[in-house]
């Protein structure tokens, strides 16, 4: 089964343990921060995912690009240049990227904070500006006249107002990059800048200026040798009889129960209606849910549950009182007194595995070697689980030790998205008016926070996997595509192609470096293994 909104993500599955990845982000919901600086396996290492304004001069790192939507159909485009230059710049060579006529000056105005302000004198634009014309008039082919030989005006008439866009995003571009290269600005994200309120002049000097958000300056202190204690694990007689009780509740099969009725361990698919008292119009529906006398309703006595529902056929009804509880959908009914009515659809009667088929799942021959094969498996999983708390225990002291400045409108877009994916969930719950405003709030400072722990944590990891050498190569990549696609019984190939439709290969090498991070702080830690009565 796929887990709704991220069909590929991993799952748990039977004596499987949970992979070392994304604890806080994915708690958090915090996601990779803008100029994360985790590179992708193939092609050049991007530091820096801006939307390119304009190709850089060569030798410099080409900025991730997602491809342009498709406009609606009917949508009428502003001209272009010619397919050979657009998206280029049209008006100079990349051999000889340098523009004398531009000056850009650098002020740090906080922590995280940096104003970029550029000059553009008249002559260098005259000049780009031409050879933009030069260049798109030698691209363009118009019946009547030769390749290159299309008139200057009707050059200027078609592509003039897109060659002063590109003049302007041009030149924004050159002061931008001109301030990570010469500067050594870390911007955390690519600018927000207002492109059409600029204009670029051809009879006046011009300039902007734009604030760049950077990453936090971290400066490592210790990482290797943090002192932890582990707490013991093992596995009683009590615990493995429970588990392996509930394998083989697990793998058991339902099979239509028939005339002899629904039995106590048995399970049926109903409809559920709640109705007022006085009252045959139900307030609230539910339909195929799965019911077992076992396993009352929340709200309804154990006892007689399981007395009324034991021996229903198909088509049969209960009904039963109940007081409507304080989180009941329909707020009118909160508190009241009510009635639920149950009508089976389908009822079944369970039927266990034998132990040859448990003994062939579990690659075993008898009861003994079952037995020792789940305690395994739970060892194992328990194991697992303690590395984990061990990593995270680090991980936290790491936070703690390296307090940092870090670019709040970019926390607060973290925590506003996970505020409105605490929104949308909430309104399918049928929560609304003030009282859905009134949980917002109090999720909201939570998200603020969690939002900041997790962007120190990315932070940190990244200057930690930095100074350890500690990378995420294609072969990290490729595994990770089989194992999810293992759990989720579709092929690798798939898996890939997903990950990369959806632009998700960014966030998969954060998490693939933090899992490495991770062992690497547990494998370098002074663990002591707790006292066991403690």
Not at 71 to 90: A, C, D, M, Q, Y
Not at 446 to 453: D, R
Not at 462 to 474: G, L, Q
């Amino acid at each position: 089964m796929h887990r709704a909104g991220r069909p590929w993500g991993p799952r748990k599955v039977a004596g499987e343990s949970l992979p070392r990845t994304g604890i806080l982000t994915h708690a958090t919901g915090c996601r990779s921060p803008p100029g994360a600086l985790v590179p992708l396996p193939s092609g050049p290492s991007r530091r820096y995912p801006l939307r390119p304004f304009f190709p850089r001069a060569r030798g410099k790192t080409p900025a991730a690009r997602s491809p342009p939507a498709a406009p609606p159909r009917g949508t009428r485009r502003t001209p272009s240049l010619p397919r050979t230059l657009s998206g280029e710049i049209p008006m100079a060579n990349s051999d000889t990227h340098a523009h004398p006529g531009l000056d850009v000056t650098v002020e740090r105005t906080g922590p995280c904070l940096a104003t970029v302000r550029f000059t553009v004198s008249k002559e260098e634009t005259q000049k780009a500006r031409a050879r933009g014309l030069k260049n798109a008039a030698r691209g363009t082919r118009m019946k009547g006249f030769r390749p290159g030989k299309v008139p200057p005006a009707f050059v200027e008439k078609r592509f003039g107002e897109e060659i002063d866009r590109q003049l302007v995003e041009h030149f924004v571009q050159h002061a931008f990059q001109h301030a990570i290269d010469d500067e050594g600005l870390k911007p955390a994200r690519s600018p927000r800048i207002e492109l059409e309120s600029i204009e670029a002049k051809t009879d006046a000097d011009w300039g902007h200026e734009f604030e760049v958000l950077l990453r936090p300056e971290v400066e490592l202190g210790q990482v290797d040798g943090l002192e932890v204690e582990s707490m013991p694990v093992g596995v009683d007689d009590e615990e493995l009889d429970r588990t392996l009780s509930g394998i083989r509740g697990e793998m058991s099969t339902p099979e239509p129960a028939g005339d002899e009725g629904l039995p106590e361990n048995g399970m049926a698919i109903c409809k559920l209606a709640f109705l007022l008292p006085d009252s045959e119009e139900p307030i609230l529906e539910r339909d195929a849910i799965r019911l077992s006398p076992q396993t009352p309703p929340l709200g309804l006595d154990a006892d007689a549950f399981k007395e009324a529902m034991t021996g229903c056929k198909d088509g049969d009804s209960r009904e039963f009182e109940l007081e409507f509880p304080e989180d009941f959908p329909v707020e009118d009914a909160r508190g009241k007194k009510g009635i639920l009515r149950v009508q089976t659809d389908t009822c079944f009667r369970i039927v266990p595995p034998t132990d040859e088929t448990v003994f062939a799942e579990f690659g075993v021959e008898d009861e003994d070697g079952f037995r020792e094969e789940v305690r395994r498996r739970i060892l194992a999983a328990k194991q697992n689980q303690e590395e984990q708390r061990i990593e995270q225990v680090l991980l936290e002291k790491l936070i703690e030790n390296h307090p940092m400045e870090l670019p709040e409108p970019i926390v607060a877009e973290q925590a506003d998205s996970k505020v409105e994916e605490i929104r949308a969930a909430l309104e399918e719950q049928g929560l609304e008016g003030s009282e859905l405003e009134a949980r917002l709030a109090e999720e909201r400072q939570v998200a603020f926070e969690n939002s900041a722990k997790a962007m120190r944590a990315i932070y940190l990891m990244e200057e930690v996997a930095r100074e350890k050498k500690i990378e995420v190569s294609r072969d990290d990549f490729e595994k990770e595509f089989q194992a999810i696609a293992e759990r989720n019984n579709v092929g690798a190939d798939q898996v890939r192609k997903y990950y990369q439709e959806e632009h998700l290969l960014q966030q998969l090498a954060l998490e693939l470096l933090e899992r490495k991070v991770r062992v690497y702080l547990r494998e370098n830690a002074k663990i002591q293994e707790a006292d066991s009565g403690s």
